[in-house]
């Protein structure tokens, strides 16, 4: 019954790593988002998909690279890990594209810890 | 550029007492508002929101007016609880040059708020 799920939960990783973060919701939302927060809890968007379409790039490295293989998955694969990208990674969805009034479902955040 | 700006945290208050998170923006035009609460260990949900001027928002005895005079969205709540303790994050969405916005939120920096008994 989770409207957003994420995997893994935790992920403790060597600097130089490449690894992915997994996101699905079953909510028939046709808009999905990567958020990144900080230690401070510092929450900035980093990625917005539409329909498998890449809508917002927020200046991310293109070490960070999303892939949405179906309008129910948004990806995130991150190569050659630094430690700078220790953080909690959240996944969102939304279903009123364009729209300001939109809510926005969250996922329970992958805790990235780079080593 | 927009911007979001929260009162500094961290905020303890006994059971009971009287919840005040200030919350100030930046925008270039009419955003909507949106306070989303962040429980310990879990994703951020959608706390309550308002889309245009002297809108007021409400939900589980919370309350924020939006007011454009002085581009406010304080939050309030007459009497706190234990379980209210979380991280309370201000946010604004608003209308790009394209006349869509795609739902980009831009948020505070988070206000983290502990009720003791």
């Known amino acids: 019954d989770t409207a957003v799920s994420q995997t893994p939960k935790y992920l403790v990783t060597q600097m130089g790593n490449d690894k992915s973060i997994k996101c699905e919701q079953n909510l028939g939302h046709d808009t999905m988002y990567w958020y990144k927060q900080d230690s401070k809890k510092f929450l900035k968007i980093m990625f917005s998909y539409n329909n498998k379409e890449l809508i917002i790039n927020e200046t991310v490295p293109n070490r960070f690279s999303p892939k949405s293989p179906d309008k129910a998955h948004l990806n995130l694969h991150i190569n050659s890990l630094e430690l700078g990208d220790s953080a909690v990674y959240f996944c969102?969805?939304?279903?009123?594209?364009?729209?300001?009034?939109?809510?926005?479902?969250f996922g329970p955040g992958t805790r990235l810890l780079v080593l | 550029g927009n911007s979001v700006t929260q009162m500094e945290g961290p905020v303890t208050l006994s059971e009971e007492a009287f919840l005040t998170i200030n919350c100030t923006y930046t925008a270039t035009g009419y955003p909507s508002l949106f306070w989303y609460v962040q429980y310990p260990g879990e994703g951020l949900q959608l706390l309550l929101k308002a889309t245009k001027a002297d809108d007021k928002g409400s939900n589980k005895g919370f309350e924020a007016t939006y007011r454009k005079e002085t581009t406010s969205f304080h939050l309030e709540k007459g009497s706190v609880q234990v379980s209210d303790s979380a991280v309370y994050f201000c946010?604004?969405?608003?209308?790009?040059?394209?006349?869509?916005?795609?739902?980009?939120?831009?948020f505070g920096q988070g206000t983290i708020l502990t009720v003791h008994p």
């Open positions: 946010a604004l969405s608003l209308l790009n040059a394209g006349g869509t916005s795609y739902g980009k939120l831009t």
């Open positions: 969102a969805s939304s279903q009123e594209f364009g729209s300001l009034s939109g809510t926005q479902y």
